[in-house]
C-alpha cells in the first residue's frame, strides 16, 4: 500500500513546477494523491486523515507553510510534513521547525532529498501506527474481560503495565513483578478475577496486535513477528494460525 502525498502551495503551480520531481516517486513506495492551492481545503484535507504526508511549496506571496502547520498542529491529526521553498530562507524555516514540520528543502530540489525526506517521513508513520495500533489492541483486549467495580481498578493497572510493555515482550515474572505478587500468587489471583490465565489473556492481546498490524498493509509478517518477539516466523505463523484460523499472510492481502 502506497503511502498518499498530499501537496498544498498557495501559488497553484505545484503540479505543474514538480512535474519532474514527482516522476522520482515512480516504483517507490509514494504517490501523489491530491494537490491544492487553497489553504481552507488544504487544512480540510490534512485533518480528514486521508493523506499520509503532507508536501507542503512555500511560496511568495501568501507563504502559507506556517499558516498550514499552525491551523493543523496539536489535534492530534498531526501528520509528517515536509516543506519546500523558493528561496533558503533561515527564519521561515525556522519557523517551520519549531511548528513540528520534519524536513525543509530549498528550490531546486534534487529528486534524491526528496526521496531521503519522504523516508524520514515513511520512518515516523511507521512509529505512530505501531503505537496507535498497539493502543487499540490493548484497549479491545482489556474491553474482552470482565467488567466490574470489583475488578476495575485490576483493569486499570494492567492496561499500565501493557503501556509499560508496549517495546517488550511481557511474561507472566514481569506482571507479577509489577503487580507485586510473586509467580504462583499473580497466577491463581489472575484467573480468579478474570477466569483466563495471564498467558492466555497475553497471547489473545498479541495475536489482536497482530492482526491490526498485518491489516495496515504497511507491515511484513516477519516484521510483525519480530515485533511481537516470536522467536521465527514459522511459529509466529503456527500460533497466530491456532487463534484465528487463517495465517498472518492471508489477512495481510
Known amino acids: ?99 513540528g514540520a520534519i524536513d525543509f528543502l530549498s528550490e531546486p530540489v534534487p529528486p534524491e532529498d526528496l526521496l531521503t525526506a519522504l523516508g524520514r517521513a515513511a520512518s515516523i508513520i511507521h512509529v505512530q501506527l505501531i503505537e496507535s495500533e498497539y493502543r487499540a489492541a490493548a484497549e479491545e483486549a482489556l474491553g474482552a474481560l470482565p467488567q466490574s467495580e470489583e475488578v476495575q481498578p485490576v483493569l486499570e493497572k494492567l492496561g499500565a503495565f501493557l503501556q509499560k ?38 497471547k489473545r492481546f498479541q495475536i489482536s496486535y497482530a492482526a491490526r498490524l498485518l491489516k495496515t498493509g504497511q507491515f511484513k509478517v516477519l516484521e510483525v513477528s519480530r515485533l511481537l518477539g516470536f522467536s521465527t516466523p514459522d511459529y509466529f505463523t503456527r500460533v497466530f494460525k491456532k487463534h484465528t484460523g487463517t495465517t498472518p499472510s492471508a489477512v495481510r492481502k
Request: charged share 20%.
Open 165 to 202: 510493555m508496549e517495546h517488550q515482550t511481557a511474561t507472566v515474572e514481569l506482571a507479577a513483578d509489577y503487580f507485586g505478587f510473586n509467580r504462583d500468587y499473580f497466577g491463581r489471583f489472575f484467573k480468579s478475577k478474570f477466569g483466563i490465565t495471564f498467558g492466555e489473556f497475553y
Open 1 to 99: 500500500m502506497k503511502l498518499q502525498i498530499l501537496v498544498a502551495d498557495s501559488g497553484g503551480h505545484a503540479a505543474k513546477h514538480l512535474n519532474g520531481l514527482f516522476s522520482a516517486l515512480e516504483d517507490t513506495d509514494y504517490t501523489l494523491g491530491r494537490h491544492t492551492a487553497n489553504l481552507n481545503e488544504a487544512v480540510s484535507l490534512v485533518l480528514s486523515r486521508q493523506f499520509d504526508i503532507l508536501l507542503c511549496i512555500n511560496r511568495a506571496p501568501e507563504y502559507i507553510a506556517a499558516k498550514l502547520l499552525r491551523l493543523t498542529g496539536g489535534t492530534g491529526h498531526k501528520i509528517p510534513a515536509i516543506i519546500i521553498s523558493e528561496q533558503d530562507d533561515s527564519q521561515r524555516m525556522r519557523e517551520c521547525f519549531l511548528l
